[in-house]
């Protein structure tokens, strides 16, 4: 399973789940991360980190090490 | 009721419907940036009481109205992606809700404004607002945006799906208020809503290996994907639209990058220049005051009191107005059209490594210009860690105060030499250090501090871009009113007492002696500067300033600039006999400079101003916490005093030891 951080800019992919059970991890699913869910790779910041990402129709961004925590289907 | 009654059951006086006193309260929830705000501008106008809620530093805001002869109080709830709280500011909105909010009515009813452009991920927190125990109404805003991006929302599906009703509202045009304000005057005598078949049943076939938590959390949005799908029409696919097309120039590597430096000089520039003429004239308004009361009242402890403490305290508030305005102005305008978010996004990374958020990174620029607004604008900073570590930073950024110190010292006791090339000189060399030693220093404290007092799990960076759009003048002016406002009732009363203990304690004992002349006075006044608690204090501090090259008249220089690091050039003057100095006035400044290149160490012919002693006053200056009224903000913005106490400990201790590395780095390389 690959991670979300690894997801090149411009791939869409499906989320398969989000490891961890603390706040971080369940603001993730909060904000729409669910497993299923389509994920597109939008862009980075300049210097490389946070992710900008598009799903369920709007933008959102994280930072790398949170993107970490979300598998996506291959 | 018996007292064991009492505290079986929890204090609900405050959760029972005011229905009584005769005015309903209406909840305003709903997620950041769902145009909220401008809702509450279109019913309520402007906010009857903006505070803080009991023991917590998060914002009360709540309007008053009257619909058909109902009197109907609107509290605006923080912002809030979820109803299960991760901080402070999500833990009031249900507390709130929930009726556990101390001296808060219960509401009578719940409105959840929900962006129609974004629906499933704002209908996460109407799942949870349905199951409050409150009669909800959903309302829909953003719906022209929404339209012109070929998203349309079957508002009555929507509303049996929901179990509640649903309005649509675009508030700037006041389209479908009116309907709202019927619905609120009807809806406290509604039943709560039942949760919805389909929704209890998701949640009740909650992935049970899950922790239960993020089980509810994926159960919710398999309710939302089924509603989304039967009440969202979308006309056009994959159509790439303004606000994506806007998305990718700005947070483009390159274009991105040159907008962003474009815009923060833009903002920069304006808090330092287009506020000065504002400034300027607002100093003069006090001046005039000052004169006209200075002719009016007989001399004595009074008039010194009125014109030397009141007016100037009041005079040291007012004149932080310009700034603060201009700051607020630009940053509800980013953040009305969504620029504020895509900053941070930008500029994450760089602040991440020193333990601060892209976030900070407006509340630390501004404070270039000044603290005070820059500590302010960190209101912006939703997480609790970032924004304290901020505030607690920003008094480091080299201010515009202390540009007069700079610039006079560096062109009093800086050789005018060439550095390498021949346009680059030392005094504009050594101006630049100063302003890179606060930025080093504050990103030194940042990390240390993130990796020790502030230790603890990792904060996340989770957060929405929200689509371009135009900001909302309405809410615009509100945000500017609201930081003025603020500033002038919190911290602005206290500034001016803060003024007035300096005055008495610069003033007391007093020396009653006449002058005859000028001159005479100006040393008399040097003198009794010098018999004061003030002066004593810098006495009494010598052995502590020694090591920095300092005689006691500097110790008690910098004392005395407790009020504001500018002061330290007119109690120069006046403790150096000049009487009063105003630093622009050319004349004026050339005669401190002259006056202090002739000071010497009491009872010898040693001359108290060299270079090294000039470096270490500067590098002082740069990192001491000498401004009364910054504390003051730092108290007022995080709710307690032990910050304020922390940011002078911290400061002073650095000033001392960076003005003491100096020194004798200086006096040892035989400077």
Same mark, same amino acid.
């Given at each position: 399973?690959?991670?979300?951080?690894?997801?090149?800019?411009?791939?869409?992919?499906?989320?398969?789940?989000?490891?961890?059970?603390?706040?971080?991890?369940?603001?993730?699913?909060?904000?729409?991360?669910?497993?299923?869910?389509?994920?597109?790779?939008?862009?980075?910041?300049?210097?490389?980190?946070?992710?900008?990402?598009?799903?369920?129709?709007?933008?959102?961004? #994280?930072?790398?090490?949170?993107?970490?925590?979300?598998?996506?289907?291959? | 009721?018996?007292?064991?009654?009492?505290?079986?059951?929890?204090?609900?006086?405050?959760?029972?419907? &005011?229905?009584?006193?005769?005015?309903?309260?209406?909840?305003?929830?709903?997620?950041?940036?769902?145009?909220?705000?401008?809702?509450?501008?279109?019913?309520?106008?402007?906010?009857?009481?903006?505070?803080?809620?009991?023991?917590?530093?998060? @914002?009360?805001?709540?309007?008053?109205?009257?619909?058909?002869?109902? %009197?109907? @109080?609107?509290?605006?709830?923080?912002?809030?992606?979820?109803?299960?709280?991760?901080?402070?500011?999500?833990?009031?909105?249900?507390?709130?809700?929930?009726?556990? +909010?101390?001296?808060?009515?219960?509401?009578?009813?719940?409105?959840?404004?929900?962006?129609?452009?974004?629906?499933?991920?704002?209908?996460?927190?109407?799942?949870?607002?349905?199951?409050?125990?409150?009669?909800? #109404?959903?309302?829909?805003?953003?719906?022209?945006?929404?339209?012109?991006?070929?998203?349309?929302?079957?508002?009555?599906?929507? %509303?049996?799906?929901?179990?509640?009703?649903?309005?649509?509202?675009?508030?700037?045009?006041?389209?479908?208020?009116?309907?709202?304000?019927?619905?609120?005057? @009807?809806?406290?005598?509604?039943?709560?809503?039942?949760?919805?078949?389909?929704?209890?049943?998701?949640?009740?076939?909650?992935?049970?290996?899950?922790?239960?938590?993020?089980?509810?959390?994926?159960?919710?949005?398999?309710? #939302?994907?089924?509603?989304?799908?039967?009440?969202?029409?979308?006309?056009?696919?994959?159509?790439?639209?303004?606000? &994506?097309?806007?998305?990718?120039?700005?947070?483009?590597?390159?274009?991105?990058?040159?907008?962003?430096?474009?815009?923060?000089?833009?903002?920069?520039?304006?808090?330092?220049?287009?506020?000065?003429?504002?400034?300027?004239?607002?100093?003069?308004?006090?001046?005039?005051?000052?004169?006209?009361?200075?002719?009016?009242?007989?001399?004595?402890?009074?008039?010194?009191?009125?014109?030397?403490?009141?007016?100037?305290?009041?005079?040291?508030?007012?004149?932080?107005?310009?700034?603060?305005?201009?700051?607020?102005?630009?940053?509800?305008?980013?953040?009305?059209?969504?620029?504020?978010?895509?900053?941070?996004?930008?500029?994450?990374? !760089?602040?991440?490594?020193?333990?601060? $958020?892209?976030?900070?990174?407006?509340?630390?620029?501004?404070?270039?210009?000044?603290?005070?607004?820059?500590?302010?604008?960190?209101?912006?900073?939703?997480?609790?860690?970032?924004?304290?570590?901020?505030?607690?930073?920003?008094?480091? +950024?080299?201010?515009?105060?202390?540009?007069?110190?700079?610039?006079?010292?560096?062109?009093?006791?800086?050789?005018?030499?060439?550095?390498?090339? $021949?346009? !680059?000189?030392?005094?504009? /060399?050594? !101006?630049?250090? +100063?302003?890179? #030693?606060?930025?080093?220093?504050?990103?030194?404290?940042?990390?240390?501090?993130?990796?020790?007092?502030?230790?603890?799990?990792?904060?996340?960076?989770? +957060?929405?871009?929200?689509?371009?759009?135009?900001?909302?003048?309405?809410?615009?002016? =509100?945000?500017?009113?609201?930081?003025?406002?603020?500033?002038?009732?919190?911290?602005?009363?206290?500034?001016?007492?803060?003024?007035?203990?300096?005055?008495?304690?610069? %003033?007391?004992?007093?020396?009653?002696?006449?002058?005859?002349?000028?001159?005479?006075?100006?040393?008399?006044?040097?003198?009794?500067?010098?018999?004061?608690?003030?002066?004593?204090?810098?006495?009494?501090? @010598?052995?502590?300033?020694?090591?920095?090259?300092?005689?006691?008249?500097?110790?008690?220089?910098? /004392?005395?600039?407790?009020?504001?690091?500018?002061?330290?050039?007119?109690?120069?003057?006046?403790?150096?006999?000049?009487?009063?100095?105003?630093?622009?006035? =050319?004349?004026?400044?050339?005669?401190?400079?002259?006056?202090?290149?002739?000071?010497?160490?009491?009872?010898?012919?040693?001359?108290?101003?060299?270079?090294?002693?000039?470096?270490?006053?500067?590098?002082?200056?740069?990192?001491?916490?000498?401004?009364?009224?910054?504390?003051?903000?730092?108290?007022?913005?995080?709710?307690?005093?032990?910050?304020?106490?922390?940011?002078?400990?911290?400061?002073?201790?650095?000033?001392?030891?960076?003005?003491? /590395?100096?020194?004798?780095?200086?006096?040892?390389?035989?400077?």
């Amino acid at each position: 399973m690959r991670s979300l951080a690894k997801m090149p800019v411009g791939l869409t992919a499906q989320v398969a789940d989000v490891a961890g059970d603390d706040t971080t991890s369940l603001r993730l699913l909060e904000m729409g991360l669910t497993p299923g869910v389509a994920v597109t790779v939008v862009g980075t910041a300049p210097l490389g980190d946070p992710l900008e990402l598009e799903l369920r129709g709007y933008r959102l961004s #994280i930072r790398r090490s949170e993107a970490d925590r979300v598998a996506i289907h291959p | 009721m018996s007292s064991a009654e009492a505290l079986a059951t929890p204090d609900h006086s405050t959760a029972t419907p &005011d229905r009584a006193s005769g005015h309903l309260t209406v909840a305003l929830l709903g997620n950041p940036n769902t145009g909220k705000s401008t809702l509450f501008s279109a019913l309520a106008g402007i906010p009857t009481r903006i505070g803080n809620y009991p023991g917590v530093t998060v @914002e009360e805001k709540v309007g008053r109205f009257t619909h058909r002869g109902q %009197s109907i @109080e609107l509290i605006d709830l923080p912002g809030t992606y979820s109803l299960v709280a991760k901080s402070p500011d999500e833990q009031v909105v249900v507390d709130v809700l929930e009726g556990q +909010m101390k001296g808060v009515t219960r509401p009578d009813c719940v409105v959840v404004v929900a962006d129609a452009t974004n629906l499933a991920r704002n209908l996460y927190l109407v799942s949870q607002a349905l199951a409050v125990g409150l009669p909800v #109404i959903v309302v829909l805003t953003l719906g022209d945006v929404a339209e012109a991006r070929g998203i349309a929302v079957d508002t009555a599906a929507l %509303s049996a799906e929901l179990g509640c009703p649903v309005v649509s509202v675009v508030a700037p045009q006041r389209l479908g208020v009116g309907r709202l304000t019927d619905m609120l005057v @009807e809806a406290a005598d509604w039943q709560p809503p039942t949760l919805p078949e389909r929704l209890a049943s998701c949640l009740a076939t909650a992935d049970p290996a899950r922790p239960a938590a993020a089980a509810e959390a994926i159960a919710r949005y398999a309710w #939302i994907d089924g509603v989304v799908d039967r009440v969202v029409v979308r006309q056009t696919d994959h159509r790439r639209s303004v606000s &994506d097309r806007i998305d990718s120039l700005l947070t483009h590597r390159l274009w991105g990058t040159l907008v962003f430096i474009t815009t923060m000089l833009m903002i920069f520039s304006s808090i330092f220049w287009l506020a000065a003429p504002l400034m300027d004239l607002i100093s003069a308004g006090i001046d005039a005051v000052a004169t006209g009361a200075d002719a009016l009242l007989p001399e004595g402890t009074l008039k010194s009191l009125v014109v030397d403490g009141v007016i100037a305290g009041v005079g040291g508030v007012v004149i932080f107005l310009p700034q603060i305005a201009i700051l607020f102005l630009f940053v509800a305008i980013l953040e009305g059209c969504g620029y504020l978010s895509r900053a941070a996004f930008l500029m994450d990374r !760089l602040l991440v490594g020193v333990g601060l $958020s892209g976030k900070s990174f407006i509340p630390l620029l501004s404070s270039f210009a000044c603290a005070i607004p820059g500590i302010m604008a960190a209101r912006t900073i939703e997480n609790r860690r970032d924004r304290l570590l901020t505030i607690l930073v920003a008094p480091l +950024m080299s201010c515009s105060a202390r540009l007069p110190v700079y610039l006079l010292l560096c062109g009093a006791f800086v050789p005018n030499v060439a550095v390498g090339v $021949s346009w !680059l000189r030392l005094p504009a /060399v050594v !101006l630049a250090a +100063m302003y890179a #030693i606060g930025v080093v220093v504050a990103a030194v404290v940042a990390f240390v501090l993130s990796r020790t007092v502030f230790r603890g799990p990792p904060q996340p960076f989770v +957060m929405e871009l929200p689509g371009w759009r135009w900001p909302q003048p309405a809410v615009v002016l =509100e945000r500017v009113r609201e930081a003025a406002v603020s500033f002038l009732k919190n911290a602005g009363t206290l500034i001016v007492a803060v003024s007035i203990v300096i005055w008495a304690l610069g %003033s007391y004992p007093r020396l009653e002696q006449p002058a005859d002349n000028a001159a005479a006075a100006a040393v008399l006044k040097g003198e009794a500067l010098r018999q004061s608690f003030l002066g004593r204090a810098g006495h009494f501090i @010598e052995p502590v300033v020694k090591p920095l090259g300092w005689d006691w008249r500097l110790g008690c220089a910098a /004392v005395a600039s407790f009020p504001a690091r500018e002061v330290v050039l007119g109690t120069l003057g006046v403790i150096y006999n000049l009487g009063d100095v105003d630093p622009g006035e =050319e004349e004026g400044a050339s005669l401190l400079i002259r006056q202090l290149r002739a000071a010497t160490w009491d009872g010898s012919d040693r001359k108290v101003f060299t270079l090294p002693v000039a470096l270490s006053i500067m590098v002082f200056f740069a990192l001491c916490a000498q401004c009364a009224s910054t504390l003051v903000v730092i108290g007022k913005e995080t709710g307690s005093w032990v910050w304020p106490v922390v940011t002078f400990s911290y400061m002073t201790a650095l000033a001392w030891v960076g003005a003491f /590395v100096t020194y004798q780095a200086g006096t040892a390389l035989g400077w």
